[in-house]
């Protein structure tokens, strides 16, 4: 028995007590084998769930006759810091089905500290006591629905897929945590209720048949896993004993059989949008404003359980807040931006593929666009066609045409092959990837992934067929783990459908991991120290056999400490020869001599041959306190520039800090700052510094006000050779243009009224300006550049 369980108050009634409880008195025949009480403790992972025809009211209130039939899951384990162990904390799940809805109800005990909980809005429910519901009705433990609910009911929902579509999978080091995919932007149609009990809470969840996918077949086995996160300790805890050290977190769920007799409804969802907008733009002297409003929409037909369609004319594609800034540590590549529109965040982990081949934000302003996608026995197809505006192609005439399409084969327990095509055409011009991979997982610990692919491209008459290549070796054990890799991408290698920040490399990447864990209530709960090495050579350097462009070595330093604490310490060292192709149209400008204006004297711009740095990075992340939690981080060292292929100064700061004052204000502000200065002089190369905002009121669940202010001050000085201190130019076709200080103090500013009932139908109302100034932080003499109001209006239809 967990600790947790001994230490529970009477008042807190126990699923397990009622269960036995109904089965002694004989009102739930065969309740210890058909309904019962599965411990995961025990190894009791496959729950046989009842079907019941009852109806119930979702208020958070376990109190209907169905619950005490339910199945009961209990017996839960630590997961993070330290898994296989006893949970200290307590938890119940009681499942039963209906033949439309599935329904869950969770008693949470909570015998160590305080419940956090907040009214937050939709998917904001990480800085409070939560449990994830891991869905995978198709039972291949791959993929599955995340139905997320804070003490109140709040919900998170997403998709989770174990592995990841990048190189570096989103919070793992390639063996402390499996790796995974996990996408909130996905929002389902379910209720949930909750409330708090003494020495815990309790929340009563129904998820409608209709909101999700699931296999076509009569009796049916689906995979299920709970996650609990608990706040004031910053554990995490499941209810089979999930091993960290495994390739694969989903592979490691438990069963919910007895599954049959499910409705497979058509299901039919139309959601007509309607926009207005009032738009102006300025100068400084003179404004022009324009109104518009349009009429769009969206329908989903689900064919089947397995098999979706959707389609979309003139979408409202418009984002209700506008992406954070970001300051880029390597200046030569694009930022990546995630996916947040409804149309495409619907089915999105059906398209993942590595390397992010498939990236939908290419697709700017559909003028219409169709998507289908499902799931046939262990094979996955998911296809997206769409008509973009013609002011997304390169001479503004043509309409990009996309036609990507995703599909996957399941293969053995926890294996995967994919093939990936995607085809973007404007006019004559064309850009077209073909790629196959694989990951194969064995041994519980060891993985191999491997990709393959060929784009060719047509632009102004001439056509590159160029090869791209990624193969990884890992090994994710609980105490050693370990990620050797090599991939290659052509100069040429181009994926307009995707989001591909760099080519032209070949890359080696060897990195071995050991970690320490602490005994139960140590200061030091575990110790992960990462070391390795990168390579990285041009790829017609690598073919001729020449030097190693860039290297990397490296010692991450991960600590978690009692109480939810993270520290990581990373000294990095770096080398790098510049290539002097990217500085081909770099010229020095020398002053000519003698009177009069004579024409400007350039001289040849000489690359450094190689450049060391030495740099340390910093995080630490606080525990999820009931009133705030905060992450910080900082670079600090010798750095480059690539502007001007130099050695630098950098000076690297970024707070997060999360304000929770009371149940419905929330705060989240934010504040990046860098700083390059030339290692040689110690003058400013650029100064970036951004403070932001959110202020987030929720009325209630559906209604919620929100401001967000950021403040954009950034400046880069004229660019100065390294050797002489002389200006440097570009010179192209002939055209000398100088390398000019540029410095901007942008001021941007966001209201938004929102109403949402449920997802698809949305009353949003909102107000937004870009100002600017011409010193920073003054806050007068702001100009405005550009500001708007809109509204949007929009209802889901469903049958």
């Not at 009791?44 to 979702?58: F, G, M, Y």
């Not at 990048?166 to 909130?184: K, N």
């Not at 769009?296 to 800034?325: H, I, K, M």
């Amino acid at each position: 028995m967990d600790q947790g369980e001994r230490l529970k108050r009477p008042r807190a009634r126990s699923f397990a007590w009622l269960t036995c409880a109904v089965a002694v008195l004989g009102t739930a025949p065969g309740a210890l084998h058909g309904q019962g009480v599965f411990n995961g403790r025990k190894g009791e992972t496959s729950a046989r769930i009842p079907r019941l025809d009852a109806t119930i009211v979702v208020d958070g209130a376990l109190d209907e006759t169905a619950w005490r039939q339910a199945a009961v899951l209990t017996g839960f384990s630590s997961y993070l810091p330290i898994d296989n162990r006893a949970a200290d904390d307590s938890t119940e799940v009681a499942i039963w089905y209906t033949p439309t809805d599935v329904y869950f109800g969770i008693r949470a005990f909570e015998s160590h500290g305080p419940v956090h909980a907040t009214l937050a809005a939709r998917d904001r429910t990480d800085s409070d006591d939560n449990v994830q519901l891991l869905l995978d009705p198709f039972n291949d433990r791959r993929r599955a629905f995340v139905f997320g609910v804070n003490p109140l009911g709040v919900q998170t929902d997403g998709t989770r897929t174990d592995a990841s579509t990048s190189p570096q999978p989103r919070g793992t080091t390639f063996g402390g945590t499996p790796p995974a995919s996990i996408d909130l932007n996905p929002d389902f149609q379910w209720e949930s209720r909750g409330r708090l009990i003494e020495g815990g809470y309790e929340v009563e969840v129904r998820v409608p048949l209709k909101s999700i996918r699931f296999q076509g077949t009569d009796a049916q086995t689906w995979s299920f896993q709970v996650l609990r996160f608990v706040q004031h300790s910053g554990y995490q805890q499941t209810w089979t004993a999930a091993r960290r050290g495994s390739a694969a977190f989903l592979s490691q769920s438990g069963s919910l059989t007895g599954i049959a007799g499910l409705r497979r409804d058509m299901v039919v969802e139309l959601n007509p949008e309607f926009t207005a907008s009032r738009t102006s733009l300025g100068n400084g002297s003179a404004y022009h404003s324009d109104a518009t409003s349009a009429f769009g929409g969206n329908v989903r037909w689900r064919l089947l359980p397995n098999l979706t369609v959707n389609g979309t004319v003139r979408p409202d594609f418009s984002q209700v807040e506008a992406d954070a800034a970001q300051i880029p540590g390597d200046t030569r590549f694009s930022l990546f931006f995630p996916e947040k529109r409804p149309f495409f965040v619907d089915g999105s982990e059906q398209f993942d593929s590595p390397n992010n081949l498939i990236y939908t934000r290419r697709i700017v302003q559909p003028d219409a666009a169709v998507k289908l996608s499902g799931k046939f026995g262990r094979s996955n197809v998911a296809l997206i066609s769409a008509i973009d505006d013609r002011r997304a192609s390169s001479n503004g005439r043509d309409h990009p045409l996309y036609n990507l399409v995703r599909l996957r084969r399941d293969i053995f327990r926890a294996s995967t092959l994919g093939v990936t095509l995607t085809d973007r055409t404007a006019g004559a011009d064309y850009n077209r990837v073909a790629s196959t991979d694989t990951r194969l997982v064995w041994g519980g610990v060891y993985a191999l992934t491997a990709q393959g692919s060929l784009s060719s491209t047509r632009s102004a008459g001439t056509t590159h067929t160029s090869p791209q290549w990624d193969v990884s070796h890992t090994r994710s054990g609980f105490r050693y783990g370990y990620l050797y890799s090599f991939s290659g991408f052509d100069p040429h290698f181009q994926a307009l459908s995707g989001f591909v920040p760099r080519n032209d490399f070949v890359r080696a990447q060897a990195y071995n991991r050991v970690s320490f864990y602490g005994k139960p209530g140590s200061f030091i709960e575990s110790w992960l120290f990462r070391q390795g090495a990168d390579a990285l050579w041009s790829w017609d350097g690598f073919r001729d056999g020449k030097s190693v462009q860039e290297t990397k070595l490296q010692g991450e330093n991960v600590f978690n400490l009692r109480g939810g604490w993270i520290v990581s310490l990373t000294p990095v060292s770096e080398g790098f020869r510049f290539d002097p192709r990217s500085y081909a149209h770099y010229r020095t400008l020398r002053p000519a001599p003698g009177s009069g204006n004579p024409p400007p004297d350039t001289l040849s711009f000489l690359v450094n041959d190689r450049v060391a740095t030495a740099e340390v990075l910093a995080r630490v992340t606080t525990p999820q306190y009931r009133l705030f939690s905060g992450r910080f981080s900082s670079i600090i060292g010798r750095d480059v520039d690539f502007f001007e292929a130099a050695p630098a100064h950098r000076t690297d700061l970024t707070a997060d800090i999360d304000l929770r004052p009371s149940a419905k204000l929330r705060l989240t502000t934010s504040y990046l700052y860098s700083v390059y200065t030339r290692w040689r002089d110690n003058t400013t190369l650029s100064r970036a510094s951004v403070p932001r905002i959110k202020v987030e009121y929720q009325v209630s669940r559906p209604l919620f006000l929100r401001f967000v202010g950021q403040y954009d001050s950034r400046t880069r000085d004229a660019l100065r050779d390294p050797r002489t201190d002389l200006p440097i130019v570009t010179v192209r076709n002939g055209v000398i243009s100088p390398a000019m200080e540029v410095t901007t103090h942008d001021l941007r500013v966001d209201w938004l009224v929102s109403f949402v009932p449920n997802p698809g139908t949305v009353v949003f109302a909102g107000y937004g300006a870009s100002l600017t100034e011409p010193d920073a932080f003054r806050f007068h003499d702001m100009q405005r550049v550009r500001d708007g109001f809109f509204v949007k209006l929009s209802y889901l239809f469903r049958r």
